[in-house]
């Protein structure tokens, strides 16, 4: 089994970057081309929920749908729903056996340790989408960075092309900080920003 990560820190990251957000920058452009931020938003209320229940082992149907099969909208009360499912999504990755076992995420079976740590890894990116195309600072904990990095680095003969979940990795500097390596790696350029 990976060793439990709490989930806290980021999630607290999130939901206040989220609060933040206006209602003016609903419309705004985000590192992901096809969606706008209230995409972005309608997107992590969804993520959210199905790794909380992932995480419960709750095999809802919600576990059985592709994300990148629709671009996500936002529902009227996602200011209210959005943080509540990031606290339920918390207490289900501390208990232990949500990272043992197998679950289901996305249509796909896999070990719930793997599920932890790409939950985490859809929080720290998608943190970072928000943040960046909202004009916020953002610092990451370094157990979600470590986590989000595991997910993202290649499997060897895989640095070029990957698809699928994550676009090509963009080059970064070896010295460049984690979060702009690991941005890199998630196929986002570190210096975007809503006017390039």
């Given amino acids: 089994m990976t060793e439990m990560i709490d989930f806290a820190p980021q999630a607290r990251l ?4 989220a609060e933040r957000v206006t209602d003016e920058q609903l419309s705004g452009p985000t590192p992901c081309p096809e969606y706008e931020v209230r995409h972005l938003l309608g997107h992590l209320v969804g993520l959210t929920g199905a790794f909380r229940d992932a995480g419960r082992k709750d095999m809802s149907p919600v576990l059985d749908q592709d994300p990148g099969d629709h671009v996500p909208e936002l529902g009227p009360g996602w200011r209210g729903e959005l943080p509540k499912l990031l606290d339920e999504l918390v207490e289900a990755w501390r208990d232990p056996a949500a990272w043992e076992g197998m679950t289901r995420a996305g249509g796909i079976d896999l070990p719930g340790a793997v599920a932890g740590i790409v939950a985490l890894d859809e929080l720290v990116v998608h943190g970072w989408d928000l943040a960046r195309a909202t ?8 157990a979600s960075l470590g986590a989000a990095q595991a997910v993202l680095t290649p499997q060897e003969g895989d640095e070029s092309s990957r698809g699928g979940l994550f676009g090509n990795v963009v080059a970064v500097p070896d010295d460049a900080p984690l979060l702009d390596r690991v ?3 998630s196929g986002r350029d570190p210096g975007w920003t809503p006017g390039r």
């Fill in 14 to 17: 999130v939901a206040g970057i």
């Fill in 135 to 142: 004009g916020q600072a953002y610092a990451p904990d370094e």
């Fill in 183 to 185: 941005i890199g790696l």
